[in-house]
């Protein structure tokens, strides 16, 4: 039997963020996680935005943490190596509907404390996004609406975690929670029996399920599927912003906007399923994204696409963002109805979850050494000249280029595969180092990525999955 202080179930935004927040404790701690890789279901297959909270229903607990997270993000993606830009959002309306809603979004803004969102007339929101419909009456600016890269989100502070002690099961499902006298025993899961006094209950879309362990599903969870686009970084119409539509009651809406490494994203779709494990994409539901953008961006040219990809976020009913903790089940900290805004609220998520656990009996004490500093893989194709035949020098595996769409060198992949929560799967070596994300979508580097990494961890190349275990890239040899 394995022995820790605290388990927390998820590997996703939340959960990581949790993890590195708890790893500057003098406490132990095992994150658990049934998929392969860190990074959830939801954390890596969204908008990659981090929001200002402008638009969440003010006074809850969403709003609160949005709020608090997003200023946060200037000090913890230089420290984690991650990739991260400001750029701005619009907010066009076309309709005199639309343009009367401007004072309540903006007063809505005020309310969450969001204070520096403008008024835009027509020639100046224009000038900001010229590829917007001519017929647009103005809009609103959002200034600090900003753009990531969520899958190196999610990795650094997996990784920088790691490395201050905690512990990640993948690829382990959990099976059950014990408890005994009212309190937290311990978690069954697929690897053993993991010895715990605190649960937290990070498991997204599947929260629902890990609460009915312990009789608290007092709530369900309905998988909310968005359909994307991602469109050829050469694409004939880019906008500079994010193109926001006016909000629903169920949706932000389908949007456009750039995405940090260059391409254009065009979506969501916001549709409910009973399905939680669901993310094809439908022609009914991609239709409807050209449909909405193209009222508002007219030249979104969608044969520039690569690829289309759908995430699930985990809506929960009855809704609204919760943090628990029972009187009548000690240890337990149960989080549900984290959605579109749960990128961007993981890191302050993190500290508030660290304070219920304080409430609720843990003690602990800073460390004195943690380390807060994460170093990236260097980029080849963001090098000067001289960095490039410098890193060459160094290590002569970057002068082989792998990924010609994306300019990846094996050297990066090298370093995928060898650091601290490695990459294990072709799909794992793409979140990392975007070896496949091109426009041939891994038809040219796709088996040079599977040869080395069968090469790296010494088994044969018909067991490298694409992600989860079982999805073999190679059946076996024809010759």
Known sequence: MMKTDVVVIGAGAVGCAIARELSKYDVDVIVVDKRDDVGGDASKSNSAIIHTGYDAAPGTLESQLVVAANPMYDQLTKELDIPFKRIGAVLPAFTDEQFEQLPAIKEKAFKNHVYDVEYLSKEEILAKEPELNPEVKGGLYIPRESLIDP???????????????????????????????GAIKSVETTSGTIETTYVVNAAALHCDDIAAM????????????????????????????????????????????PTIHGNMLVGPTAEDLDDKVDTSVTTEGLNSIYADVSKMIPNVNLRDTITQYSGLRPNRNPEGLHVDVYDDLAGYVNLSGVRSTGLTLCVAMGKYVVEKLKEIGMNVSLKDDFKATRKGIPIFHEMSREEQENIIKEDPLYGTIVCRCETITEGEIMRA????????????????????????????????????????LNVPTEQINKNLDGSYMVVGKNK
């Open 151 to 181: 899958f190196i989100l999610v990795q650094a502070l997996a990784e920088n975690a790691n490395e201050n002690g905690v512990d990640f099961m993948l690829n382990t499902e959990v099976t059950g929670i014990n408890v005994e006298n």
């Open 214 to 257: 312990v009789g608290k599903a007092d709530y369900k969870v309905v998988a909310r599927r968005g359909q994307f686009y991602i469109l050829d970084k050469n694409t004939s119409c880019k906008v500079q912003t994010i193109v926001l539509p006016i909000p629903t009651k169920i949706t932000k809406g389908k949007l456009m906007c």
């Open 417 to 456: 595969i060898h650091r601290p929560l490695g990459a294990r799967t072709v799909d794992a070596v793409k979140r990392r180092v975007r070896a496949g994300m091109g426009r041939c979508q891994g038809g040219f580097c796709g088996p040079k990525v599977i040869e080395i990494l069968a090469r790296e």
